[in-house]
């Protein structure tokens, strides 16, 4: 059929030694960037998203033209459709799994706790139920998140660091995530990478995110609210930009061995890792606004309030010397030069949004 063409034809490789990818989450804010990276070196990509309207499904359905002129075909479909993941492995020999598709954001589970549930646990299972009874049985990348430290307060956080104190369900549902990748690799010998994003951001980036709606709510002189710690401290992440993650996730596919199989044992044990991708370089979210406002020409109406118990973490702050010794991975953006890239996109995009 024309579907089954489509996808071939995008999973194509350019030589037998590279790769084929079924990336999950395609035409979310990291999975397009991954995709067309991917798509740019002569790997087969395949993109696979339910294009839910968690934010502005225009915005995806934008990415996914980006995509498709790139020649990445994003099948809309869900992680929980087994026939449809089954008939895809059908179709491709899918060397490789890159997984980010998610229920992303920590505040939205409080009044959405199922949705994180759908598709951070089940939706995940699932796949990995498609990935073991896969011939051959493709390797797996999948998107953990620095929030599994939780309330884990000493810092950088290094990933032998303690993940048991998540402080939200979104957290809750990731460090899941990690457990049922042990299971998987114990049992059906799958190799499997989790990385542990901290918060990313550039051009093409989710509205959901501070940096986001922080330039929408200067740019139209609306208040915005910045929190700060009751109890003194600074309120800081470890802003990550998205060309240094996605040269991590390149990293990780390019190192993943190969599953191993059931019954594993007999050829070694397949690979089970997990690395912080991060930018080690904690900002307080007060100076991100100070460069907004520089980078803007606008000087924000702030607003201080003490943070309160959303989900929401004080401070992040990654130690990356394992991806760096085992992918490669040195980030080289820092939170200005970053930001200066997202706010010519956001302008150019915004001005031109029905042209998109
Ligand atoms: P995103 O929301 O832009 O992308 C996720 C995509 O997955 C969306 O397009 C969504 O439609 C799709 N999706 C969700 N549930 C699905 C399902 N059940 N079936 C099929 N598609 C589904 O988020 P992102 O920022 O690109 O994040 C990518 C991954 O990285 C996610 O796993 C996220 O949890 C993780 N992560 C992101 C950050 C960050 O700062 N952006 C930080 C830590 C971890």
Redesign the pocket.
């Known amino acids: 059929s024309s579907w089954e063409k489509r996808v071939a034809k995008s999973a194509r490789r350019s030589s037998p030694s590279s790769l084929a990818v079924l990336v999950?989450?395609a035409?979310?804010?990291?999975?397009t960037h991954v995709s067309l990276a991917l798509k740019r070196r002569g790997d087969g990509v395949l993109g696979?998203?339910?294009?839910?309207r968690?934010y502005d499904p225009s915005l995806?359905r934008a990415r996914q033209r980006l995509l498709d002129r790139a020649g990445v075909f994003v099948v809309d479909?869900?992680?929980?459709d087994a026939p449809l993941l089954r008939k895809l492995f059908d179709v491709v020999p899918f060397t490789h799994v890159m997984h980010?598709?998610?229920?992303?954001g920590v505040r939205y589970a409080m009044q959405n706790p199922g949705s994180y549930v759908?598709?951070n646990i089940a939706?995940f299972v699932n796949l990995l139920e498609a990935c073991k009874s896969a011939n051959p049985q493709p390797s797996v990348v999948w998107?953990s998140?620095?929030?599994v430290y939780g309330l884990n307060s000493k810092v950088p956080f290094s990933e032998k660091d303690r993940t048991d104190q998540p402080a939200s369900l979104y957290a809750a549902t990731?460090k899941a995530g990690e457990e049922i990748a042990h299971s998987y690799n114990h049992i059906y010998g799958l190799s499997i990478t989790g990385l542990r994003?901290?918060?990313?951001f550039g051009p093409w980036g989710?509205p959901d995110?501070a940096y986001f709606f922080f330039t929408k709510d200067i740019l139209k002189g609306k208040q915005i609210t910045i929190f700060e710690s009751p109890d003194g401290g600074t309120v800081a992440r470890d802003f990550t930009y998205i060309d240094d993650i996605v040269k991590g996730c390149l990293g990780a596919l390019d190192t993943s061995k190969k599953s191993t199989g059931s019954g594993g044992k007999k050829k070694g044990p397949a690979q089970l890792r997990v690395y912080n991708l991060g930018n080690t370089s904690p900002v307080p979210v007060s100076e991100l606004v100070t460069i907004l406002e520089k980078l803007l020409k606008v000087k924000a109406k702030r607003k201080v309030l003490p943070m309160p118990t959303n989900g929401d973490v004080k401070f992040t702050h990654a130690n990356i010397s394992l991806a760096h010794r085992d992918l490669g991975y040195r980030p080289t953006t820092d939170l200005e030069t970053g930001l200066r890239k997202f706010v010519k996109w956001y302008l150019e995009f915004y001005s031109k949004k029905s042209s998109w």
């Open positions: 999950t989450g035409s979310g804010f990291v999975g696979l998203d339910n294009f839910n968690y995806k479909g869900d992680l929980n980010l598709a998610a229920q992303a759908h598709s939706g998107a998140s620095s929030s990731k994003f901290f918060t990313v989710r995110m």
